[in-house]
């Protein structure tokens, strides 16, 4: 009984650390942006690297949305270095 519920027990370990996902994975899936207008198509705010980051571009319209992956990903389309890629 107590080999078994050990079997069992490890089978189980070995396939939830299997199951979880990759970090490299989950970075690889972030979308690149050629433009700022394709951004802006899924983000009309554009996108932030943190929340506290504040803009100098002046007044816009709509909040970024953030995500540090994505602003990474598309950070050559931060024009003014503020740490809000395509802001509107």
Known sequence: MKRFLAVTLSLGLALGVSAAPDSADAKA???????????????????????????????????????????????KSDRDKDFIACEK
């Open 29 to 75: 899936k972030v979308k690149t942006y050629k433009n700022c207008t394709e951004l802006n198509k899924d983000y009309k705010g554009g996108v932030a690297k943190s929340s506290s980051v504040k803009n100098k571009g002046g007044k816009t319209k709509y909040k970024p949305h953030v995500s540090k992956d994505l602003y990474e990903a598309n950070k």
